[in-house]
Structures are given as C-alpha cells and as structure tokens.
C-alpha cells in the first residue's frame, strides 16, 4: 500500500481521481483505509498521511464459444 502526504488545499475526490486515473469508485476503498479522514473538512489541511490501497482488477466477462 502506497501513501500520498497532503498539501494545503488539496481535496480526496481530486487525489483519487489523480492516483487511480479518473476512477473515484476507489473513493469508498481510500475511506476505508483512513477512517480518520471522515472528520476532515472538504479542503483538506496540509500534513495528512493517506493510506492509497491497491486498485483490485476488474473482472472481464467471458462469453461461451462453444456450447
């Protein structure tokens, strides 16, 4: 698990969005990770360790070619 130190201004959704290329479903996961993070305001203070957990891979669907 990597981690991300904030700096003034910075906001969750725009640092997941950033670490996992756009994809913020991973916002619920970083949550998670930090419970601490739910009595911070919106804008963020500078000094806070995030714990960024490894995106899990998605699951492809497989179609039957023979039956």
Same mark, same amino acid.
Do not use: C, F
């Given at each position: ?7 003034? +201004?910075?906001? %969750?959704? =725009? ?9 913020? =479903?991973? %916002? ?14 919106? /804008? %963020?203070? =500078? +000094?806070? /360790?995030? =714990? &960024?957990?490894? !995106?899990?891979?998605?699951? &492809? !669907?497989? !179609?039957? %070619?023979?039956?």
């Amino acid at each position: 698990m990597t981690t991300y130190t904030t700096t003034e +201004g910075d906001m %969750l959704d =725009a640092i997941v969005a950033k670490v996992y290329s756009g994809n913020t =479903a991973m %916002l619920t996961d970083v949550l998670d990770a930090n419970p601490h993070l739910a009595e911070q305001p919106p /804008v %963020l203070p =500078a +000094g806070i /360790v995030i =714990a &960024l957990p490894e !995106e899990a891979p998605a699951i &492809l !669907e497989t !179609e039957r %070619l023979w039956g």
